[in-house]
Nanobody, 125 residues
Framework: EVQLQASGGGLVQAGGSLRLSCAAS????????IGWFRQAPGKEREGVSC????????YYADSVKGRFTISSDNAKNTVYLQMNSLKPEDTAVYYC??????????????????WGQGTQVTVSS
């Protein structure tokens, strides 16, 4: 059974940091890319970042470049999203998802095959 378990969300003040984790099981981790998406209340789900487990290629949305860093620990089948300099507009439910290979458009949610449950990130001003 494929499972993606996102964790690490919480409440933080603006300028603070959080690290999200996405633990994967039930599929060959090295064959997949793992992406992070977020959805704020009343807004569309948007792609935040993605990493290829096979070659480490990464993607970042313009809104998080320079502040967020995605990494992968293949031995643990886990992808991390280090979020620094957080802003109130980063407040959202964050989801991780898995796609076979590297998506042609990493920000497009239809490219992903499996989804985990979300973890809430709240940034106070």
């Amino acid at each position: 059974e494929v499972q993606l378990q996102a964790s690490g969300g919480g409440l933080v003040q603006a300028g603070g940091s959080l690290r999200l984790s996405c633990a994967a099981s039930g599929f060959t981790f090295d064959d997949y890319a793992i992406g992070w998406f977020r959805q704020a209340p009343g807004k569309e789900r948007e792609g935040v970042s993605c990493i290829s487990s096979s070659d480490g290629a990464t993607y970042y949305a313009d809104s998080v470049k320079g502040r967020f860093t995605i990494s992968s620990d293949n031995a643990k089948n886990t992808v991390y999203l280090q979020m620094n300099s957080l802003k109130p507009e980063d407040t959202a439910v964050y989801y991780c998802a898995a796609a076979i290979g590297l998506p042609a458009n990493p920000s497009y949610q239809n490219e992903y095959d499996y989804w985990g449950q979300g973890t809430q990130v709240t940034v106070s001003s």
